[in-house]
């Protein structure tokens, strides 16, 4: 499976900035997907990242709380933006196994954010 | 959209004994359904995965069955230790690649020795 890495691991951070996390993988991958784990919580989808494309957001997330980069096919980055306490979550990107018909999905660690 | 159902949200047992942890799923495009364990402040990593051709899968302490008709999955863990402690998510999504996961809501379970 592919190597995920993320930065920063965590943070803490005052309400109202911004958080840029990145999202880095070994292999060029086609799709990459940004997910929410509030505390005690199950993992929400926030986007799809399709390269060379506009991202993809589900219901509830919008472009200007979490713009979404995708330059090429190795990373992605994920901003946080004007946070509130409500954004403090675990954000983690995901990457599916590119080059054949499966949709087997692998995390990176993860980024613990804590807005204060 | 797919929505995904799991039970039971919290599950005790004690080593050796078996733990059966269901899902079901609303939407009928979905043909792939994977399962992830996540232990405590660590990333989710599948464990097991199953397509909609196939009803039963198995590796070694675990296994994973699937009734399309009744849109139900189902995971099961035989010979429990301690180190299976740990939450637990199922999930649905068409298969096929660059498709999102729609996950449950998690399964604690607790193996006690």
């Known amino acids: 499976s592919a190597v995920i890495s993320q930065k920063p691991s965590r943070d803490i951070c005052q309400r109202g900035t911004s958080l840029t996390i990145q999202c880095q993988v070994d292999?060029?991958?086609?799709?990459m997907f940004w997910y929410r784990q509030q505390p005690g919580q199950s993992l929400t989808l926030i986007a799809t990242?399709?390269?060379?494309?506009?991202?993809?957001?589900e219901s509830g997330f919008v472009i200007d709380k979490f713009p979404i980069s995708r330059p090429n096919l190795t990373f992605s980055t994920l901003t946080v933006s004007n946070m509130s306490p409500e954004d403090s979550s675990i954000y983690l990107c995901?990457?599916?196994?590119?080059?054949?018909?499966?949709?087997?999905?692998?995390f990176g660690p993860g980024t613990r954010l804590t807005v204060l | 959209g797919e929505n995904v159902e799991q039970h039971p949200s919290t599950l005790s047992v004690q080593e050796g004994d078996s733990a059966v942890i269901k899902c079901t799923y609303s939407?009928?495009?979905?043909?792939?359904f994977p399962w992830y364990k996540q232990e405590l402040g660590k990333r989710p990593q599948l464990i097991i995965d199953?397509?909609?051709?196939?009803g039963e899968k198995k590796d070694q302490r675990i296994a994973v069955t699937l009734n399309k008709t009744a849109k139900h999955f189902s995971l099961h863990i035989t010979e429990t230790q301690p180190e299976d402690s740990a939450v637990y998510f199922c999930?649905?999504?068409?298969?096929?690649?660059?498709?999102?996961?729609?996950f449950g809501k998690g399964t604690t379970l607790s193996v006690s020795s």
């Open positions: 995901s990457v599916g196994t590119s080059g054949r018909a499966t949709n087997e999905q692998f």
């Open positions: 292999s060029q991958v086609t799709m």
């Open positions: 990242a399709n390269q060379g494309s506009e991202a993809t957001y």
């Open positions: 939407d009928s495009a979905s043909n792939y």
């Open positions: 199953i397509r909609s051709n196939v």
């Open positions: 999930a649905a999504s068409v298969y096929q690649a660059g498709t999102a996961l729609i």
